[in-house]
T-cell receptor
């Protein structure tokens, strides 16, 4: 099973601050995803990233959000100006190289916006 | 797009009892469906995909096209099965998770 790590495991920030969440897949994959899970709610799709560009994004993924692969390995999610409602678990996922429908998730980053 | 409904938010069973988590889908044609599990403080993990038709950790799930269901079943629940379970169809390479069912297995 492909391994995915995420840093930090927990991020506490003040409202209005910028945060960058990082995802590091151990091997090369084509598709990357970010999902979020607000406490007590279901996991929601944010954005998919393929071939170094966004392939799809949800309505949640507004102008405050951006993604990139700055060095070809790390995959980052940036929230430009955090709001209280951005507090959630953020999960990175990658697709299975042989089957693009199977996704493998990182352990998540818990973002707390104060 | 495929959509799923998980009608039970919470499910509590005794150890050794059978457990069934319901998932109904709304999609015409041949759906693809997954079950993901999230143990306490751990990452989401793929439990089953309907194409493989295999049993993982004693769980099975059968696609019933007549009832448009993909219920997850285990004949004898164990305490370590306590977790959150999500039914999820892929939609254009992204996953659309159901609301999830929290399973608590009591000793």
């Amino acid at each position: 099973e492909p391994e995915v790590t995420q840093t930090p495991s927990h991020q506490v920030t003040q409202m209005g601050q910028e945060v960058i969440l990082r995802c590091v897949p151990i091997s090369n994959h084509l598709y990357f995803y970010w999902y979020r899970q607000i406490l007590g709610q279901k996991v929601e799709f944010l954005v998919s990233f393929y071939n170094n560009e966004i392939s799809e994004k949800s309505e949640i993924f507004d102008d405050q959000f951006s993604v990139e692969r700055p060095d070809g390995s790390n995959f980052t999610l940036k929230i430009r100006s955090t709001k209280l409602e951005d507090s959630a678990m953020y999960f990175c996922a990658i697709n299975d190289r042989e089957n693009t429908d199977t996704q493998y998730f990182g352990p998540g980053t818990r973002l707390t916006v104060l | 797009a495929q959509r799923v409904t998980q009608p039970e938010k919470l499910l509590s069973v005794f150890k050794g009892a059978p457990v069934e988590l319901k998932c109904n889908y709304s999609y015409s044609g041949s759906p693809e469906l997954f079950w993901y599990v999230q143990y306490s403080r751990q990452r989401l993990q793929l439990l089953l995909r309907h194409i493989s038709r295999e049993s993982i950790k004693g769980f099975t799930a059968d696609l019933n096209k007549g009832e448009t269901s993909f219920h997850l079943k285990k004949p004898f629940a164990q305490e370590e099965d306590s977790a959150m379970y999500y039914c999820a169809p892929p939609n254009d390479y992204k996953l659309s998770f159901g609301a999830g069912t929290t399973v608590t297995v009591r000793a």
